[in-house]
């Protein structure tokens, strides 16, 4: 067992089933260890879920197609899909941190400097494209690790210490900028190719969209079995059966309207391949079922056994490893990496995207598929303004709006779980 102890994450569910030496069941994915129950009883004990999220993604959408018609065109869709990638991918990042109760507030920060490191290595160091990004990827693990070492051993709070990463990393970009600023990145380089004029053919489309809802099914199907041999109740495999052919038909129906125009393009293909293995490590592996443990109470995760400071240390490389996935991403869409890149609004972007999705910022309750439906909302009103021809200032305003009510949403549910488990 770990001799350092970290600072305590909230108390939010995890708890008792990790005392009592069970596997501890994301919250987003089910309700009870004890006793199963039905979504509408979960849904009645304060498990909204995505719920919220698809409704108000709705709205929008809807708004946004009566004042603009051309919105839910397969253009701009599209468009939307591959802006919403590089982000989306520094978002999975933030979403772990947040299941353990902490922060980082240096992805910006890692990611331009990720980018920084693509664009120096292709035109002035005369490195491979390969090379390039390995050496991105090893820059992102070794932040990760001096964060979760930092945060283990010494006991420094997740937020001063990715607070000081974010000024740090910042100056290390700068530097490896040079004093230009700004680098081009060659545009026949094979990733900006990927990031902008790789399309999958709708053959492949259709193929990952059956192969997507043809796993769901089977998942249910061996969930029910080790259920079986446990003697535990199956479960009813209708509703496997219901989801994986929504899946089906939902995604058939969107590979063939964005077909009509460029189709379905490799780099959001690539954050949501991302986002489902995330989802199965969260949501199906020992590592995944320790970090819901750890976030829900770091003192039953602990006692149950769990090596709390390796789980700490794993989430925040992992969090650094995304952020310089979506930087290289970026800048493989914009061509260049300059002292913009991983600047602006990407930190909070990433942030937002986590916490309206649906992931709890008192930890324990969340999942993967939170990045992907947190950065569509915040890209679809990012889109819909620029299509209306509002200034930005609307936009972060807006934004801002959701964010806040998105942790209403959340506070009032937890408030709820709490009431409902004291009944």
Not at 244 to 264: E, K, P
Not at 330 to 347: F, H, P, V
Request: proline share 4%; hydrophobic share 55%.
């Amino acid at each position: 067992m770990d001799a350092s102890t970290p600072p305590t994450a909230p108390a939010d569910g995890g708890g008792p089933a990790a005392l009592a030496g069970q596997p501890v069941v994301p919250a987003s994915d089910t309700t009870s260890i004890i006793v199963p129950r039905s979504r509408l009883g979960r849904l009645r004990g304060g498990d909204l879920g995505a719920l919220p999220v698809v409704i108000g993604l709705v709205v929008i959408w809807l708004v946004f197609q009566l004042l603009n018609p051309n919105f839910l065109s397969a253009n701009n869709l599209v468009n939307l899909t591959l802006q919403c990638a590089a982000v989306g991918t520094i978002a999975i990042g933030i979403v772990l941190v947040l299941l353990l109760g902490q922060i980082d507030l240096s992805v910006g920060s890692v990611s331009g400097l990720a980018a920084a490191i693509l664009g120096a290595g292709l035109t002035q160091a005369g490195w491979s494209l390969w090379l390039a990004i390995i050496v991105a990827l090893v820059a992102g693990v070794l932040i990760g690790l001096l964060y979760g070492l930092l945060f283990t051993r010494f006991g420094v709070p997740s937020f001063v210490i990715t607070l000081a990463g974010l000024l740090g990393f910042l100056g290390l970009q700068l530097l490896v900028l040079g004093p230009n600023g700004s680098i081009n990145i060659p545009y026949d380089s094979p990733i900006v190719q990927f990031a902008q004029s790789w399309f999958l053919p709708p053959w492949l489309a259709y193929l990952l969209v059956a192969l997507s809802g043809g796993s769901i099914i089977v998942s249910g199907v061996l969930r029910s079995r080790r259920r079986r041999e446990a003697g535990l109740p199956a479960g009813a495999l209708v509703s496997s059966v219901i989801r994986g052919a929504v899946v089906v038909v939902l995604g058939a129906v969107v590979v063939a309207y964005l077909a009509t125009d460029r189709g379905v393009g490799a780099m959001f293909v690539l954050f949501v391949v991302l986002v489902m293995i995330m989802n199965f490590m969260l949501s199906r592996t020992k590592w995944g079922r320790s970090v819901y443990a750890v976030g829900g109470s770091v003192e039953a995760a602990r006692r149950a056994g769990i090596r709390v400071n390796r789980i700490y240390i794993s989430v925040f490389i992992l969090c650094s490893t995304f952020a310089v996935v979506g930087g290289l991403l970026a800048a493989a869409r914009l061509t260049s990496a300059s002292l913009s890149s991983g600047g602006g609004d990407t930190n909070l972007n990433a942030i937002a995207a986590a916490v309206i999705g649906g992931t709890s910022l008192f930890g324990g309750r969340g999942s993967a598929w939170s990045a992907l439906l947190g950065i569509i909302v915040i890209q679809s009103i990012s889109n819909g303004l620029t299509l209306l021809n509002l200034d930005s200032s609307i936009r972060y305003m807006i934004t801002g709006a959701v964010l806040l009510l998105a942790v209403i949403v959340d506070s009032l549910s937890r408030r709820s779980r709490q009431s409902h488990g004291q009944a």
